[in-house]
């Protein structure tokens, strides 16, 4: 298959090593153009895997058959933008990202737009991604002309399993959002870890209960003791894990809160509901964004 990945960070280098290594013809597309994009992927034995890929060679995007969109939620919708006009007709466009709400700033698009999320673990440290525990890629159709690419589910569970089709993607969406709407601003909060979430039991309670209203509002039915019981599950099995926004607000980056709790009072408004507890979280998130010192 040629591919196209764009946002060669993190998540975006563990696709490029793994289709490299299956023979697929792929390419990264990085911010600032060079013909050939450094993968370096240590996998979770500790063994090292270091080579080069093409990169930004437009005829090598123009013939893609996959654009695999690696990049933070807010940075989405723009890039793919600019880079439509060039792609073929029936390019499957996969965003795999955490949070929800880049669809939605689409136009109404003739490629085949997928959603995904994924619970793979992988950090960039010193030009290197270590990938620290493997999990499972859901993808589905976020419109149309994607419900007929459900073959690409196969193809990617070659190259980097496990790889799950749901033909409702956007409900399998919303637990993993939940589960962000939690551990994601509290850990960026109190500057922990995951695992030690589980001594503000009383917070993690409010915002579940309210992401539920939502959800269910969206017509999303869950179980509030069951969305719990997997966002605690989570918190265990991540335990030692720094969230992605703890990461980001200690590195002074823009978080993707806009697209986590910030997407969930979005719809709740839509819903002429309020949500205290998810937005105080926004507020007090958005607010160390505004102050970072350099
Ligand atoms: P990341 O390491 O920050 O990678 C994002 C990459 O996008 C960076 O290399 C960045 O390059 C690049 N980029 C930014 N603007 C670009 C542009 N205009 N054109 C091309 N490339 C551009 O982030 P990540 O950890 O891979 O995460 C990507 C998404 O996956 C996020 O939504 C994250 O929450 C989600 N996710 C990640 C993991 C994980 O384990 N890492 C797991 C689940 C979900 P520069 O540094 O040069 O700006
Ligand atoms: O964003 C993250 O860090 C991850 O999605 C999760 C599941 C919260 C684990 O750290």
Same mark, same amino acid.
């Given at each position: 298959?040629?591919?196209?990945?764009?946002?060669?960070?993190?998540?975006?280098?563990? /696709?490029?090593?793994?289709?490299?290594?299956?023979?697929?013809?792929?390419?990264? /597309?990085?911010?600032?153009?060079?013909?050939?994009?450094?993968?370096?992927?240590?996998?979770?034995?500790?063994?090292?895997?270091?080579?080069? &890929?093409?990169?930004?060679? %437009?005829?090598? &995007?123009?013939?893609?058959?996959?654009?695999?969109?690696?990049?933070?939620?807010?940075?989405?919708?723009?890039?793919?933008?600019?880079?439509?006009?060039? *792609?073929?007709?029936?390019?499957?466009?996969?965003?795999?990202?955490?949070?929800?709400?880049?669809?939605?700033?689409?136009?109404?698009?003739?490629?085949?737009?997928? *959603?995904?999320?994924?619970?793979?673990?992988?950090?960039?440290?010193?030009?290197?991604?270590?990938?620290?525990?493997?999990?499972?890629?859901?993808?589905?159709?976020?419109?149309?002309?994607?419900?007929?690419?459900?073959?690409?589910? =196969?193809?990617?569970?070659?190259?980097?399993?496990?790889?799950? /089709?749901?033909?409702?993607?956007?409900?399998?969406? /919303?637990?993993?959002?939940?589960?962000?709407?939690?551990?994601?601003?509290?850990?960026?909060?109190?500057?922990? %870890?995951? @695992?030690?979430?589980?001594?503000?039991?009383?917070?993690?309670?409010?915002?579940?209960?309210?992401?539920?209203?939502?959800?269910?509002?969206?017509?999303?039915?869950?179980?509030?003791?069951? *969305?719990?019981?997997?966002?605690?599950?989570?918190? %265990?099995?991540?335990? @030692?894990?720094?969230?992605?926004?703890?990461?980001?607000?200690?590195?002074?980056?823009?978080?993707?809160?806009?697209?986590?709790?910030?997407?969930?009072?979005?719809? =709740?408004?839509?819903?002429?509901?309020?949500?205290?507890?998810?937005? %105080?979280?926004?507020?007090?998130?958005?607010?160390?964004?505004?102050?970072?010192?350099?």
């Amino acid at each position: 298959m040629k591919v196209t990945v764009l946002g060669c960070g993190a998540l975006g280098q563990l /696709w490029l090593s793994a289709f490299f290594r299956h023979k697929h013809s792929v390419q990264g /597309w990085l911010r600032v153009p060079k013909p050939f994009c450094t993968i370096t992927v240590i996998n979770q034995h500790g063994v090292e895997n270091s080579f080069q &890929l093409p990169a930004n060679n %437009r005829q090598r &995007l123009a013939d893609s058959e996959l654009l695999l969109v690696t990049l933070k939620a807010w940075q989405v919708s723009k890039e793919v933008q600019e880079l439509l006009p060039q *792609l073929r007709s029936d390019c499957a466009i996969l965003l795999m990202h955490n949070g929800l709400g880049t669809k939605e700033e689409f136009p109404e698009l003739v490629q085949p737009l997928l *959603l995904g999320t994924t619970t793979h673990a992988a950090y960039s440290e010193e030009g290197k991604i270590y990938h620290i525990s493997a999990g499972i890629t859901s993808i589905g159709p976020g419109n149309v002309p994607a419900k007929s690419v459900d073959q690409l589910s =196969a193809v990617l569970h070659q190259v980097l399993p496990k790889v799950t /089709w749901h033909n409702n993607i956007v409900a399998s969406s /919303w637990i993993k959002l939940a589960v962000n709407c939690v551990i994601n601003p509290l850990s960026a909060i109190y500057e922990c %870890r995951n @695992g030690e979430l589980e001594y503000y039991t009383d917070e993690i309670e409010a915002i579940c209960r309210e992401v539920v209203i939502v959800m269910h509002y969206e017509g999303y039915y869950i179980n509030y003791h069951l *969305l719990l019981f997997y966002i605690c599950q989570v918190i %265990r099995s991540t335990s @030692g894990n720094i969230s992605s926004m703890l990461q980001d607000i200690r590195a002074k980056r823009l978080s993707e809160i806009d697209y986590i709790n910030g997407y969930v009072l979005r719809r =709740a408004n839509a819903h002429g509901l309020r949500l205290p507890v998810n937005q %105080r979280l926004f507020n007090i998130i958005k607010h160390k964004e505004q102050n970072y010192k350099y």
